[in-house]
């Protein structure tokens, strides 16, 4: 079987960065470094494959006193050299003669710190007199302050013009990859990630584990009180290891591998009693015993810390699974009446015990509502899953199940929901059972539907107020994925009236604000909602009610106050649920779309999606493709818009509102910004029909009717474009929103000039600059400035639709919206306006990348590294590689100089 290659996208670009430089006669010199076992010879030979000229070796250690072996197995040939200078002349007419004008020769040495030295003297000799070569030279080792490698060749592979590729682990994303490529199907992100811990993602050490065990290590991934197993041939050593040391540092081994991957050494040795007659265990010294196992390999200790620790999780794992069931469950036992708290204790209890145990299982099962109530979804789950183990009992058995399967399911970590619901099929018929099913099945709507319909028939809610505020909130939700605003937030109600502080979801309070505002009620819902703390001092409840007060605020206009909201809370909710956190983006990144912040939106689309493919529910992120396409349509980035549009459409085969809205949305304001007006048709065409099921036209969302009637209006369908808007033009009065009204009166002028009727385009237009007057949101004043603008020049006012359009201009200039600034370009070329006319546009953060700006932008507004690196969750030192970028290329020295770069950029 082929060893499947997965990943180091990173390392092969900057590989072939390199062959590029080599390529164009600068010869190049690149050192892989990386542990036994990483993945440098698969990196190498991967890279090689794709090159016509390679010489390759690899240094072998038996080899490694045989002098010129490694540059005999390079040349291909035998040969007699006096020394290593002829040796190297002899490799540099080799490497003459491989070169080509138009490709270079790549010569690799791997494990150099197994080759012999006058071979690698030769080497350096040869790599000092590249000059305009096309050559590019590889040396792979594990470090490189390898003691084996000649000082002369270290200096030339470490030098400040020397590219150095550092070799990691797989990343979590690259180990599910190649659990695939084994044929280990359903590695959740979250497994992944425990893999990753366990292995350090080590292919070697991961792939051996995928073979050895195949699907049985989701099994025991899925168990966080239990380290997974190590390959066969890694526990091989490490129990010849512990076999080799006294019975004192055996048993304080085994015993710590009982506490975890790291304990305090004292409550290690108490439990390591267990295993020691009382006179050895007396008479032993546990600095002894700990000295020899460190000695070993087996143990770590730093001075003055109490902690003991394994060298590594696969270490942990091998002596952890060698134990015996009887010494192992004795070995718990002790761990439980040495450790003081009171979760571990029962963990402990529940590790040692030998068969079912109601009494236990019910404590296991309390402590996992517990944790299920904070919002721990993950640690309920691993709690009620041991506690099904342990209860003995088959309704029991059921019912912790149901519970442990909904923590997994919001803990994002349930590899196959449609396994999960076969399984859950097969249990007794009752409102937990229908209400998960139903959880389960909310992309059937119908299905959905009709199991939470029988979950709330069996449940009396004055007995069952947990699973009635569930089925309740999940009602919501279903609701909320139809655009029923009001039921959706009846629903919602209903769940916090029943259980506040135990609905299954920590989204309850904003379910229930969204669905007010989709039924036209957001400001009646605004002012009801009162004072609410800065987000740093918010409880859990408050922090949802903020989050629904920035919506709200985005809903109602008021876009400085809901970017304010938004990012707060995304600033302080790092330890809430994947969901809250790409649900607190999306809200963020959809007012920073309407508020102009173009570079943020793509940063806070970009950690949205990333929070949702990392915890496998790529489903809850749609509504962050719909913006993503938003931005990269309007800025004329139209493959990406594309990419974007193209999954919301795949979603929206299944038939739901949503993402049939935003797929059509997406697709209509590509076509809008490549002046498709037939594509802009045919995108939302469907939607007026939609709209019948659902609160779609309320203003406060993303218009659409606006662009079909515009889109209608210039396919000469006037009667459509009339139908299409008149709706949208009533509700958006009578709600009084003013960027709705400002949309529609757009809209209206622009369809009253089609039909010839300058005076109604006039008094639309006129009334579109009052409601601006009021809006934030500059793109919505842009098109309108442009539309009017346009109408204006046709009409023959050029002067005024010069002032129109120069409005426009400097709006859409700012936003980067290139495909209508350059179709006001040419409406002002028109009236006359050239370029000699034209103000300058000065950018000084042209050159930046979204990242940088956004990095930027919150740096000038007072932020601490720290601070930026918890807003856009990112590491600081990633802050600091970003600030270390944005003064090179703005070429200033400090915040202060910064911020006024930027606040004449504004």
Not at 896 to 904: C, P, S, W
Request: net charge negative; hydrophobic share 45%; aromatic share 4%.
């Amino acid at each position: 079987m082929d060893v499947p290659f997965v990943g180091r996208g990173d390392c092969l670009a900057l590989l072939a960065q390199a062959r590029e430089g080599a390529r164009d006669g600068r010869p190049r010199r690149v050192l892989v470094e990386g542990p036994a076992g990483i993945g440098k010879t698969a990196l190498v030979r991967r890279f090689l494959g794709e090159g016509p000229a390679v010489l390759y070796a690899a240094g072998e250690e038996a080899e490694s006193a045989l002098d010129f072996g490694l540059l005999e197995r390079l040349l291909g040939t035998r040969a007699r050299w006096p020394d290593a200078h002829a040796a190297g002349a002899a490799l540099l007419e080799a490497l003459d003669e491989a070169q080509t004008e138009r490709a270079p020769v790549a010569l690799a040495v791997d494990d150099a710190q197994w080759a012999d030295q006058p071979s690698l003297q030769a080497l350096a000799f040869a790599v000092r007199r590249l000059r305009a070569d096309r050559v590019l030279v590889l040396l792979v080792v594990r470090d490189a302050a390898e003691a084996r490698l000649p000082e002369g060749l270290r200096r030339l592979f470490t030098e400040d013009d020397a590219v150095r590729v550092r070799v990691d682990g797989l990343a979590p994303a690259d180990l599910r990859r190649l659990a695939g490529a084994l044929g280990v199907r359903g590695l959740t992100a979250r497994a992944a990630a425990r893999l990753h811990a366990h292995t350090a993602g080590n292919p070697l050490y991961a792939r051996a584990l995928l073979e050895q065990e195949g699907d049985g290590l989701l099994d025991a991934l899925a168990e966080p009180d239990v380290a997974p197993p190590a390959p066969r041939s890694f526990t091989a050593l490490v129990l010849a290891r512990l076999a080799a040391c006294s019975p004192a540092a055996d048993a304080l081994v085994c015993a710590a591998s009982v506490l975890g991957a790291h304990c305090v050494l004292t409550d290690a040795w108490e439990v390591a009693a267990a295993d020691l007659l009382a006179a050895d265990h007396e008479d032993a010294e546990v600095l002894t015993a700990l000295e020899e196992a460190a000695g070993a390999g087996l143990l770590t200790e730093a001075p003055g810390d109490p902690v003991i620790r394994f060298p590594h999780p696969l270490v942990h794992a091998a002596v952890y699974h060698q134990l015996g069931p009887s010494r192992r469950g004795a070995l718990h036992l002790r761990a439980a009446r040495t450790v003081g708290d009171p979760a571990q204790r029962l963990r402990h209890r529940a590790l040692a015990a030998p068969g079912p145990d109601p009494g236990l299982a019910a404590e296991l099962a309390t402590l996992g509502r517990g944790f299920a109530a904070t919002g721990a979804w993950h640690n309920a789950a691993g709690q009620l899953s041991a506690a099904a183990r342990l209860s003995g009992d088959t309704a029991r058995y059921e019912r912790y199940t149901l519970e442990a399967v909904e923590c997994a399911l919001l803990a994002g970590d349930v590899p196959d929901v449609g396994e999960a619901a076969e399984r859950i099929a097969r249990f007794a018929p009752g409102g937990w059972r229908s209400y998960l099913l139903g959880r389960l099945s909310l992309y059937d709507l119908e299905r959905a539907e009709e199991l939470l319909t029988d979950a709330w028939r069996r449940c009396d809610p004055a007995a069952e107020p947990r699973l009635a505020a569930r089925i309740a909130g999940q009602f919501a939700a279903l609701h909320g994925s139809m655009a029923h605003g009001g039921e959706m937030a009846e629903w919602a109600g209903l769940a916090l009236r029943l259980a506040p502080d135990d609905t299954a979801t920590d989204l309850i309070r904003y379910l229930r604000l969204s669905g007010l505002a989709l039924n036209g009620e957001a400001v009646p819902a605004l002012a009801a909602l009162g004072p609410l703390p800065d987000p740093v001092l918010a409880g859990p409840a408050e922090l949802e009610e903020l989050l629904g007060r920035g919506t709200l605020r985005a809903w109602t206009g008021d876009l400085t106050g809901a970017v304010r909201d938004l990012r707060g809370v995304l600033g302080v909710c790092r330890d809430r649920a994947a969901s809250f956190r790409v649900v607190c983006a999306t809200a963020l990144a959809s007012a920073e779309y309407r508020a102009g912040h173009w570079d943020d939106v793509v940063v806070h689309t970009g950690l949205a999606l990333s929070l949702a493919d990392d915890t496998d529910q790529p489903h809850i992120a749609l509504y962050c493709r719909l913006l993503a396409a938003l931005v990269h349509s309007a800025r004329g980035a139209f493959e990406e818009a594309r990419a974007h549009a193209r999954v919301n459409r795949d979603y929206a085969a299944g038939g739901h509102v949503h993402p049939t809205l935003w797929a059509a949305l997406a697709e209509a304001q590509l076509a809008r910004a490549e002046g498709r007006p037939e594509g802009v048709a045919l995108a939302l065409g469907p939607l007026p029909g939609l709209a019948a099921r659902g609160d779609l036209l309320e203003p406060g969302g993303i218009p659409w009717s606006d662009l079909l009637a515009e889109a209608r209006a210039a396919l000469g369908d006037d009667k459509g474009a009339e139908q299409a808007l008149a709706p949208y033009e009533t509700l958006a009065a009578r709600r009084g929103h003013r960027t709705a009204m400002l949309a529609a009166a757009r809209a209206r002028g622009v369809l009253e000039a089609g039909r010839g009727d300058a005076g109604a385009a006039e008094r639309a237009f006129r009334a579109g600059l009052e409601h601006a007057a009021h809006v934030e949101a500059p793109f919505d004043r842009a098109l309108l400035h442009l539309a009017y603008g346009s109408f204006l020049r046709r009409a023959g006012r050029r002067t005024r639709a010069g002032e129109q359009l120069t409005r426009a201009r400097d709006l859409l200039a700012r936003l980067g919206a290139a495909p209508d600034l350059a179709r006001c370009e040419r409406e002002l070329a028109a009236c006359g306006v050239g370029p000699a006319e034209r103000e300058p546009r000065v950018r000084g953060t042209d050159g930046l990348t979204a990242q940088e700006l956004a990095v930027a932008r919150l740096v000038i507004s007072g932020l601490t590294n720290r601070q930026v690196a918890r807003e856009l969750v990112i590491s600081v030192k990633t802050v600091e590689y970003h600030l270390g970028r944005i003064f090179t290329k703005l070429g200033v020295d400090s915040r202060t100089r910064l911020t006024a770069v930027l606040a004449d950029a504004s």
